[in-house]
């Protein structure tokens, strides 16, 4: 593949310009009795937004770059200037950017993208890798640090496919979307399986970099599980890794570059494993007694090898906001109700379980999976809301902006622990995130799902909505988001699970590897990145 | 657990000393008539062993070591001079053993491990981290690299368990030996289920150190998958990573010890997953008319997740030398070989497949197995050569020291590559051993097996045997070893899939990561061990 196709979006937030969620107005009344009034958000247009003027670039950039693949117009760097955190919607919608790359490169080739390093790195021009633009953690933010001159490197030219169907293994370029990738393996009755929440718009290389885990990680794996091989340009040469099942050669390099976040060079390539295409999509829901009996029941069908290949267990706040706000309105919302009230389950904790597959491996599956779901005291509510789920899985970023219009903060966190910490750690970061944001009068609302098992734990994910605080909005961010890393960190648990550390938590990797585990990634990219252009203020804390 | 319980082994070579089994007359018959005739080795008396006088080591070495802790007898010194590898045994057996520690340290706990790694870098003193002492790659070998002291560290008396049963996850000694940590978790009800051939003295440092894989790795997963949490002592403090099921904060520090052989520290401990022990094992063989269609069967079962937790596919001349040199003899083989002729099955390739949880897993997943391996052109040859092979698959090293004392050098390797190059890669491999081993006139055998499943590939696990040539064993083993490493790079094949770099493989590094990740694990080195004591002359190339 070549050539630049890359779909319409919005400059200032999310996805499809024509796709605009309404909130129900059921949802709103019980959304302004949750968590309070907001005052609506006003976005300004694009030619309001402040930019600073690009600084100069050097003739040989331009010459590294390619023809025609050095873009210095305003929408250029406007729409690489910011991820899809809270922090960098308000940035887009207020206006206040602060800083743009001086330029955009969207090198054709590998091999023009290892020149342009070479060029950045003589020059000290800083880079930042750019994929879809999705970090949610800061991780595309142009930070500077001290270098004048900084460039976006958006890789989305590079989106070569190559499929060993022997091997099941395909080599696939750092451009490819979720859904080009999806596509072009979908051609030879294949996929990939990794479908993040982000999965329409994120790209290979942001998967490998970031480390991310798709909805479906219990079947399919997350990305790094899938990995088998990767290139990485960075600005003193190539390092790749062998196209091998496994290798017990030393420490892995494969490893290494994934989870780098662009900071030791560009991801190139990227070896993936993959699989027939599922004949069979089998989703459905289920009600838990209570968010700590879901628990147990995943981790039941975690130990006993019988995980579903998706499965999510809501929290009481977010099982019922998410009934009232999205999921599950006006007469269907009843119906459940008077379904419940029937099974003698009147609150409790939505599970989504998905199974795909041959027929036969679905069935068969399901079978045992059913029997521990309903042992640990859960009732089926059928398919249809597991359809329904599975059907708006892409929708929640959509559904953001439409709270932000209304003038509601929503950020979402995740972090990981072992099962026999999970429910403390869930309490602790539901408190720090309820205490900090009440703290300033208003009412919020903390919701927390479990998804991504395994044998000895799980993730824990956060969606947090306040009604947001005009003209302070970071500040009201940055409180809450410190509030609940530090809470993470001093559970003990992983400060992401699979949202990256980019700006937004590389404080805390202290805490999660040690002052000598920082020095051994800081050693490893003096190595690799002499002159530190690489991504600059991401991953490693200042 | 404290106090060193050690077995008695042989100083000589691998295991007790009160096992010895014997090749039955027409074994011997058939290696003649397959390999020719071996002139018998003699081994020399332990007093008869060439020590060079140690160098004297520092008070503060002593003390660092702790009381009692550090051993300058002359058999502590030449039980820590060696690895299992050929070149090792001839070592040992010809007593011309060339270089052995000047003391070997045995710290009672991680702090003792960490001091005296402190003084070893101040005073310039190499540093063997040793465990087993089973490594088959030279990486326990006191290589000197310009230091004129060197030390073995056993890690024998670091045998700590702590189990979190809620969460499956054991934290372990270093110098917990295979069986001590199995047992210490079937207290518990548990497992850890990682049993490779090395298990009965190998040890979980050195199996998180080198990447082990057990045999029934498609099951339980290989070490290094098992693995959620490592503690290194380096020369500079101490490297720690979280105990959480997954992260996405960057790089995988965990991924860099894990595989590191002693080169950047000393594991001082390991988190691992466990699981429910076994009510059941399974474990059969089956006859595939030949290799090809073997792997292919494998591939089939590994492709549509139907894996058994042991599988393995020896090719012809595997399958008829086990049969005939210690498998099945006599009665039991003619019995065996009548079945197969009515069965119209002559020839072929032996499968081993084993299947271990809890009955109703077994049976539901072996139906599903058997259908594919029938599929696949397999006939059952029942569970007695099944349950034999479980019951012997310890007893290679043991045989190995009968065939060296008959005078055969015996010795093996492995690789891996993806399913599409998996048959090249064995024919290159087998033709490279074949050609250097013939070339000086004599036989040779030349086994393979292909076992560690993958979606994407495999490992290929070589064993070859012939003549030894007496006061030569060592050019004409390094002559066979220099051809099979050649061919495995030149294939882009892994150099090990699963006993790791040491000395043997390390001129072979760059070939498998490139000058660029020799660089980059060289960083890592100088900024963990700056003064470069930490195993010299392994892992990576001079």
Redesign the interface.
């Known amino acids: 593949m070549s050539g630049a196709s890359a779909p319409v979006t919005r400059w200032w937030g999310w996805g499809d310009p024509g796709k605009q969620p309404e909130l129900p107005p059921e949802g709103l009344a019980l959304l302004r009795e949750l968590v309070g009034e907001a005052e609506p958000m006003q976005r300004v247009e694009l030619e309001e937004v402040g930019v600073p003027d690009p600084a100069p670039l050097p003739a040989s950039l331009v010459e590294a770059a390619g023809e025609h693949a050095l873009l210095d117009g305003r929408e250029h760097r406007i729409r690489r200037a910011a991820g899809q955190s809270y922090p960098d919607l308000v940035r887009l919608r207020t206006g206040r950017l602060g800083d743009a790359p001086d330029a955009v490169a969207v090198p054709a080739t590998a091999e023009a993208v290892a020149r342009a390093l070479e060029v950045c790195a003589a020059e000290g021009i800083a880079v930042v890798p750019f994929g879809g633009g999705t970090s949610v953690v800061g991780g595309v933010d142009p930070e500077r640090a001290g270098f004048e001159q900084l460039i976006a490197l958006d890789l989305r030219r590079l989106r070569d496919v190559t499929v060993?169907e022997?091997?099941?293994?395909a080599r696939l370029g750092p451009g490819l979307r979720g859904p080009e990738a999806e596509d072009a393996l979908a051609e030879r009755g294949l996929t990939l399986g990794h479908f993040p929440q982000s999965f329409e718009y994120a790209t290979i290389g942001g998967f490998a970099a970031?480390?991310?885990?798709g909805q479906a990680s219990s079947g399919y794996g997350?990305f790094d599980d899938m990995v088998?091989s990767v290139a990485l340009a960075?600005p003193?040469?190539?390092?790749?890794?062998?196209?091998?099942?496994?290798?017990?050669?030393?420490?892995?390099?494969r490893?290494?570059?994934?989870?780098?976040?662009g900071t030791?060079g560009v991801i190139t390539e990227v070896g993936v494993?993959v699989?027939?295409a599922p004949h069979e999509h089998r989703y459905e829901a289920w009600m838990a007694p209570d968010f700590e009996s879901g628990a147990e029941m995943v981790?039941a069908l975690a130990?006993d090898?019988a995980l579903p290949d998706v499965v999510r267990v809501s929290d009481e706040a977010e099982t019922s906001a998410s009934l009232g706000l999205a999921g599950v309105a006006g007469a269907r919302r009843t119906a459940l109700h008077a379904y419940l009230r029937l099974r003698r389950r009147t609150g409790g904790c939505m599970v989504i379980t998905g199974w795909e597959?041959t027929s036969e491996?679905v069935a068969?599956r399901r079978a045992?999976a059913a029997r521990l779901i309903r042992a640990g005291g859960a009732v089926s509510l059928g398919h249809a809301p597991g359809e329904a789920w599975r059907r708006g899985r892409y929708e929640g970023p959509y559904l953001r902006e439409t709270l932000l219009d209304l003038g509601y903060m929503v950020e979402t966190l995740e972090t990981?622990?072992?099962?026999?910490?999970l429910m403390e750690h869930r309490e602790a970061v539901t408190r720090a995130l309820g205490d900090t944001l009440r703290s300033g009068g208003g009412g919020c609302l903390v919701m927390c799902h479990l998804s991504?098992a395994?044998?000895?734990?799980?993730?824990l994910y956060f969606t947090f909505i306040a009604p947001r605080r005009p003209e302070a909005e970071i500040e009201q961010w940055r409180a809450a988001k410190t509030a609940a890393c530090e809470a993470i960190v001093s559970m003990?648990?992983?400060?992401?699970?699979?949202?990256?550390?980019g700006r937004d938590?590389a404080p805390y990797?202290p805490a999660?590897?040690?002052?000598?585990?920082i020095?051994?990634?800081?050693?490893?990219k003096?190595?690799?990145d002499p002159a530190g252009i690489m991504n600059p203020g991401k991953?490693l804390p200042r």
Chains 1, 2 share one sequence.
């Open positions: 060993d022997r091997s099941l293994v970031t480390r991310s885990a997350r088998t960075t003193v040469g190539e390092l790749r890794t062998l196209d091998v099942p496994h290798t017990a050669a030393g420490p892995s390099l490893e290494l570059v994934v989870g780098s976040e030791l494993r699989r027939a981790r130990q090898d597959g491996a068969r045992v990981a622990h072992t099962w026999s910490r991504h395994y044998r000895d734990g799980a993730s003990g648990g992983t400060i992401t699970h699979h949202h990256a550390v938590h990797m999660e590897v040690g002052d000598l585990g020095a051994t990634l800081a050693a490893m003096e190595r690799l991953l």
